[in-house]
């Protein structure tokens, strides 16, 4: 298969992301109602005409809720991303570079914070330091930084045995214009599917740390808050939690379907297979 052809996995993928992306962005400027409006009178209220998605049990407009819920899991995931690989990924170039002392520090530190799981040690992060978005966001990039660092540091060493990377030493560079000359380039294709994969893992994170009450406070509108306040009325009006499910759900599959694609569209390996 050509990689000049895209993959049914990276069209999906891609199409649902944006959906995703652009409703947070539109959460922003305009939701279909405003949700700080409590009508306790018509809470749990069905789809209508005039609410599609219905009303949750302070009368407010669910899909108004999930845009907002969108946004909020777009802007922590992003962060904790960017906080991940901007700490991450100049710890891996350094440890490729620098090997030694340096090296197993990086790799010791980062065997520390994968013998927790993702979401326990996000738990763990925000007990301490307080529930709230922002020790949300502290809390999932501090776990995406050790990913970011062992990939960064795994994928650099191949590079810095290349010929072009030889010739560059050869020439009387040093080991950090390298890095960032000839060592980063090669790597972007390889840092943007673990940004997708690791975007994915942190709107779930988000989502269990909201419903856990360790994430997004009220006001603001999270899924996760969303499902924890619907698990009591399954009974009575299921829908209230399907919808935040499924927008959980279809969100962590967009996004790991984009990834999947772009890593089969980016690694060359895959087509020798083929």
């Known amino acids: 298969m050509s990689r000049a052809r ?29 949700v700080a409006a409590f009508d ?6 069905g789809p ?19 845009l907002l819920g969108a946004g909020n899991a777009l802007a922590v995931s992003l962060v904790a991303v960017l906080l ?15 090997r030694g002392l340096i090296d197993e520090l990086v790799m010791r530190a980062s065997d520390v914070a994968f013998a927790f799981p993702a979401l326990i040690l996000a738990i763990l992060l925000t007990a301490v330091l307080g529930p709230g978005a922002i020790n949300a966001v502290v809390a999932i990039g501090i776990f995406n ?8 540091r795994g994928a ?42 690791q975007f994915s893992l942190g709107v779930i994170a988000e989502a269990g740390l909201s419903y856990v009450g ?23 009006a299921p829908l209230q939690a399907i919808f935040p499910g499924l927008a959980i759900v279809v969100t962590v599959l967009g996004l790991n379907l984009l990834g999947d694609g772009l890593r089969d569209r980016f690694d060359p390996r895959l087509d020798e297979e083929r």
Not at 180 to 187: D, N, S, T, V
């Open 6 to 34: 895209l993959s049914p996995a990276l069209v999906v993928g891609a199409a649902i992301s944006v959906v995703f992306v652009a409703s947070a962005l539109l959460s922003l400027v305009w939701t279909p109602y405003d």
């Open 40 to 45: 306790i009178g018509h809470r749990l209220e």
């Open 48 to 66: 209508t005409a005039a609410h599609w998605l219905g009303r949750d049990h302070f009368g407010r407009d669910v899909a108004s809720m999930i």
């Open 84 to 98: 991940g690989a901007g700490l991450g990924v100049p710890l891996g170039l350094l440890a490729a570079a620098r």
């Open 145 to 152: 930084v050790p990913v970011f660092a062992r990939l960064t």
């Open 156 to 197: 650099a060493l191949s590079l810095w045995t290349r010929d072009y990377v030889l010739a560059a030493r050869m020439t009387g560079k040093g080991a950090a214009r390298i890095s960032l000359e000839h060592i980063l380039p090669g790597l972007a294709s390889v840092l943007i599917v673990q940004a997708t994969l």
């Open 214 to 236: 360790l994430g997004a406070q009220p006001p603001a509108a999270s899924w996760g808050k969303m499902l924890a306040d619907a698990q009591t009325l399954v009974s009575v």
